[in-house]
């Protein structure tokens, strides 16, 4: 059959206030492809069983980054090797980071899906465009962005409100940032204790740490770019074992922005395939993609499998190609 096949979620921010997106999205797609709404890890694994038979051209996710990274997983585990169709992100959640960070336009996604058929249909003269990146595999997980002690903490905070978007989000750092400097408790810079292993011997050593986060894409959120080296060397992702105080962190919040390096007094750095975070607590807590997420015993996160993610939904728009990865279909 070919065509784009679009995943809904029915619980991301922009379809809670849109209860007709679904519809309306269908009614957009028309014989252009298929429009399923994935309530449960159960829908998701029969409508990705459902779009493999399908032979789907373009795997369309209508939510955040939270949504982008389950359904990725699901479909990993549907597909197993066999590679997965060009992913077009239709946006629609709280957080967008990974769409932003790759360059997807800006956008609802019922205007992002419009654009993505034009694209489709002329794509015989205008080949469609897109990126490479590679997911992490996180324990049982897929995802761009991992992180544990102040990202899970800045995660846990934004999270106790109902009213979840961009500016919420930069109230919560700002707020974060205030606390530290007029020395106040804040649960977004608690700390995570223990020890990450690499497969060449290094190790990130045993001790506290604002946070060990990792990235095959070069942003957190709100534009920030620690994981600038993520497409340094092939198959493998950038780690972090940021070990300064809450206070040097707020320092070098500007040169996070500008994607500079904090300097070895601040955080351990490594180019990895592979890593083994043990926590002195035995429970490591973290964050996939925006999703909290909590894991007994040593957690494994390794290189996963290169996805290619559609860019260009609409005629003139250039995608952020990192240096190795820009094609077209």
């Given at each position: 059959m070919g065509g784009i096949g679009v995943i809904i979620n029915p619980r991301s921010r922009q379809n809670l206030s849109d209860p007709r997106a679904a519809v309306r999205l269908a009614r957009a797609?028309?014989?252009?492809?298929?429009?399923?709404?994935?309530?449960?890890?159960?829908?998701?694994?029969?409508?990705?069983?459902?779009?493999?038979?399908?032979?789907?051209?373009?795997?369309g996710i209508s939510g955040g980054d939270g949504t982008n990274h389950v359904t990725i997983t699901g479909f990993l585990d549907v597909y197993e090797d066999e590679p997965l169709p060009p992913i077009a992100f239709l946006r629609g959640g709280t957080m967008n980071t990974v769409a932003?960070?790759?360059?997807?336009?800006?956008?609802?996604?019922?205007?992002?899906?419009?654009?993505?058929?034009?694209?489709?249909?002329?794509?015989?003269?205008?080949?469609?465009?897109?990126?490479?990146?590679?997911?992490?595999?996180?324990?049982?997980?897929?995802?761009?962005i991992f992180g544990t002690g102040c990202v899970h903490g800045f995660i846990a905070e934004y999270?106790?409100?109902?009213?979840?978007?961009?500016?919420?989000?930069?109230?919560?750092?700002?707020?974060?940032?205030?606390?530290?400097?007029?020395?106040?408790?804040?649960q977004v810079a608690a700390r995570w204790e223990g020890r990450v292993h690499f497969d060449d011997g290094s190790a990130f050593p045993d001790r506290d740490y604002l946070a060990v986060a990792a990235g095959t894409v070069d942003q957190i959120g709100l534009g920030f770019r620690p994981f600038h080296r993520y497409d340094e060397r092939p198959e493998s992702f950038h780690m972090l074992g940021i070990h300064t105080s809450a206070l040097g962190f707020v320092r070098k919040l500007r040169d996070i922005w500008r994607a500079q390096p904090m300097g070895e007094a601040h955080t351990f750095e490594k180019i990895a395939q592979r890593a083994v975070l043990e926590a002195r607590s035995g429970v490591v807590r973290y964050v996939c993609d925006g999703d909290v997420h909590e894991h007994v015993g040593p957690l494994t996160v390794r290189i996963g499998p290169r996805v290619k993610i559609l860019v260009e939904h609409k005629t003139g728009h250039r995608p952020v190609a990192s240096r190795r990865t820009s094609h077209e279909v």
């Open positions: 797609l028309g014989d252009h492809g298929v429009v399923r709404t994935a309530r449960t890890r159960e829908d998701l694994a029969r409508i990705a069983e459902d779009f493999r038979k399908l032979s789907i051209d373009v795997l932003n960070a790759v360059g997807v336009p800006r956008g609802r996604p019922d205007g992002l899906l419009a654009g993505l058929i034009a694209r489709y249909t002329d794509r015989g003269r205008h080949p469609l465009r897109w990126v490479e990146r590679h997911v992490m595999h996180i324990g049982a997980h897929y995802g761009f999270n106790r409100s109902e009213e979840r978007n961009a500016i919420w989000a930069a109230k919560v750092l700002a707020r974060a940032s205030a606390a530290v400097l007029l020395k106040t408790d804040t």
